[in-house]
């Protein structure tokens, strides 16, 4: 098996640069080419370098996860802002993150993509341009089978992870809402009881 020269890591280059790169819509491999053409549309291959941004069918719906994620993060953090910091009433703040819960998954889009590609790239080093090289022996293709199968080990691992987060931040998030709910609708009660006297 030869794989591609684009796919070989790039000296000095790491996970965290590979994600830097998602950052900014750029190839994670070598920073240089843009990955969209459009809003939604992505080149299939990097200009600068060849990396290829094709992948399996299904492969980029794995962003909406990463999408979910950081909008649960986004709109947990505002409403945590607005009600603590600020001082919103509960309403103004969950209609607030309302709209910033529909209209921030589609601001997202495409960095959601680039993240799962900068992790797809930085996690399955060995999968990427792999084509089949006859003049290579069976124990080279079991060594690069082993390759793979480790890959596919830490990308399961890595994702498995990342939804166990998503989810106890999820539950976190509804336990403090509920929290907030029903521990708001005490003290108010009281005031009132005061001020009526």
Do not use: K
């Given at each position: 098996?030869?794989?591609?020269?684009?796919?070989?890591?790039?000296?000095?280059?790491?996970?965290?640069?590979?994600?830097?790169?998602?950052?900014?819509?750029?190839?994670?491999?070598?920073?240089?080419?843009?990955?969209?053409?459009?809003?939604?549309?992505?080149?299939?291959?990097?200009?600068?370098?060849?990396?290829?941004?094709?992948?399996?069918?299904?492969?980029?719906?794995?962003?909406?996860?990463?999408?979910?994620?950081?909008?649960?993060?986004?709109?947990?953090?505002?409403?945590?802002?607005?009600?603590?910091?600020?001082?919103?009433?509960?309403?103004?703040?969950?209609?607030?993150?309302?709209?910033?819960?529909?209209?921030?998954?589609?601001?997202?889009?495409?960095?959601?993509?680039?993240?799962?590609?900068?992790l797809d790239g930085s996690v399955n080093r060995h999968?990427?341009?792999?084509?089949?090289?006859?003049?290579?022996?069976?124990?080279?293709?079991?060594?690069?089978?082993?390759?793979?199968?480790?890959?596919?080990?830490?990308?399961?691992?890595?994702?498995?992870?990342?939804?166990?987060?998503?989810?106890?931040?999820?539950?976190?998030?509804?336990?403090?809402?509920?929290?907030?709910?029903?521990?708001?609708?005490?003290?108010?009660?009281?005031?009132?009881?005061?001020?009526?006297?």
């Amino acid at each position: 098996m030869s794989i591609h020269p684009s796919d070989r890591p790039v000296p000095g280059s790491s996970r965290l640069t590979a994600f830097a790169r998602g950052g900014l819509l750029r190839c994670p491999a070598c920073g240089a080419g843009p990955l969209f053409r459009g809003w939604f549309r992505m080149h299939e291959a990097c200009r600068a370098c060849g990396a290829s941004f094709l992948r399996e069918q299904g492969f980029y719906l794995g962003s909406i996860y990463i999408n979910y994620g950081v909008t649960v993060i986004v709109t947990g953090a505002l409403y945590a802002l607005l009600v603590l910091i600020v001082g919103t009433s509960h309403e103004t703040a969950l209609t607030a993150c309302l709209i910033v819960a529909v209209a921030f998954p589609v601001l997202f889009f495409r960095h959601a993509r680039s993240f799962l590609l900068a992790l797809d790239g930085s996690v399955n080093r060995h999968q990427q341009h792999a084509t089949r090289d006859p003049t290579e022996s069976a124990e080279a293709d079991r060594a690069h089978l082993a390759a793979l199968t480790a890959d596919d080990g830490r990308a399961g691992c890595a994702m498995g992870i990342a939804l166990a987060l998503i989810l106890l931040f999820g539950l976190g998030m509804a336990a403090v809402t509920i929290l907030f709910a029903t521990g708001s609708s005490g003290p108010r009660q009281h005031e009132d009881a005061v001020d009526l006297r």
